[in-house]
Nanobody
Framework: QVQLVESGGGLVQPGGSLRLSCAAS????????MSWYRQAPGKERELVAI????????NYVDSVKGRFTISRDNAKNTVYLQMNSLKPEDTALYYC?????????WGQGTQVTVSS
């Protein structure tokens, strides 16, 4: 059974940091590109960051470049999103995604709220 379980979300003040984790099981993690998406209330889901396999090439939406870092640990079947210098506009439900060809797997999401 495929599972993606996100953790690490919460309430943080502007300028603060959070590290999201996504633990994967039920599929061959190292073969999948891994991504983080987010969806704010009233907005469409957007791709935030992606890390490919093999090679670990990363790409980010412009609004988070220089602030967020995606990484993966294939030995632990886990993908991370380090988020620094958080802004109120980063507030959203953050989802983990695994992608291989026509296959997409999604987690349930973890809430990130940036507010003073």
């Amino acid at each position: 059974q495929v599972q993606l379980v996100e953790s690490g979300g919460g309430l943080v003040q502007p300028g603060g940091s959070l590290r999201l984790s996504c633990a994967a099981s039920g599929f061959t993690f190292r073969n999948y590109d891994m991504s983080w998406y987010r969806q704010a209330p009233g907005k469409e889901r957007e791709l935030v960051a992606i890390i490919t396999t093999p090679g670990g090439i990363t790409n980010y939406v412009d609004s988070v470049k220089g602030r967020f870092t995606i990484s993966r640990d294939n030995a632990k079947n886990t993908v991370y999103l380090q988020m620094n210098s958080l802004k109120p506009e980063d507030t959203a439900l953050y989802y983990c995604n695994a992608h291989l060809a026509f296959l997409h797997y999604w987690g349930q999401g973890t809430q990130v709220t940036v507010s003073s």
